[in-house]
């Protein structure tokens, strides 16, 4: 479904919520961030090459958060989170706050960071680029949310479940045209909520640590 055009002059997600997801300072670093990640990912390695550079920028951004004074649970996800996966070489993080605040954390990550992929934004997802170098890339949703479930589930999973590890790996190697739209229901698929996912689940859960200076 199409989005209508808003007040603030951008196309509005198919949605009851009338809030502008993207402020004048989210929409000047958006094209920024989706430039400056262009070029930057190699082909697939090991996670271990970066396992102990991805432990290190998740403890940096949770100071780096604490300090802005954004609360929340802020989790290492991707393929460099996990022994045993391929990666790109990109290091992606999960920021989990509560529903109440989503909007006012996305709005205060936006005046610090490069907007990324505002095509992928929902009224439950906001993405950003934290560092273009590396890069590192932020996801952020509110507890509780359907984009929460379907990002903690498939990522407890994937740690839990060497086929599914295998399966990952064999999206990254495969490549292809249609790379994205498998690799979406690749996801879609791990985190649905069917029993034997659920059985899997309770016998494995990884969570995340709470935003703090140390």
Request: contains cysteine.
């Amino acid at each position: 479904m199409r989005g209508t055009r808003t007040a603030c002059g951008e196309a509005e997600r198919p949605s009851s919520s009338k809030t502008c997801w993207l402020g004048r300072g989210i929409a000047a670093r958006r094209r920024e961030g989706d430039m400056a990640h262009e070029g930057h990912l190699a082909g697939p390695r090991p996670s271990e090459d970066l396992l102990e550079a991805a432990h290190s920028v998740l403890r940096s951004e949770r100071r780096r958060l604490h300090e802005l004074g954004v609360a929340g649970e802020l989790r290492l996800v991707g393929g460099a989170s996990l022994p045993g996966l391929l990666t790109h070489g990109d290091i992606d993080l999960l920021l989990r706050v509560s529903a109440a605040d989503f909007t006012s954390v996305v709005q205060r990550l936006g005046e610090t960071f490069a907007a990324r992929r505002e095509d992928l934004w929902t009224p439950e997802m906001a993405l950003f680029l934290i560092d273009p170098a590396i890069p590192v890339e932020l996801a952020v949703v509110p507890e509780g949310s359907a984009q929460d479930a379907h990002f903690v589930r498939a990522w407890d999973r994937l740690a839990a479940s060497a086929a599914l590890r295998e399966r990952y790996n064999r999206l990254k190697t495969t490549g292809g045209s249609d790379y994205n739209g498998r690799k979406a229901a690749f996801f879609e698929e791990i985190a649905s909520d069917g029993p034997s996912h659920r059985r899997e689940t309770a016998r494995h859960t990884s969570r995340g640590d709470a935003i703090d200076p140390a």
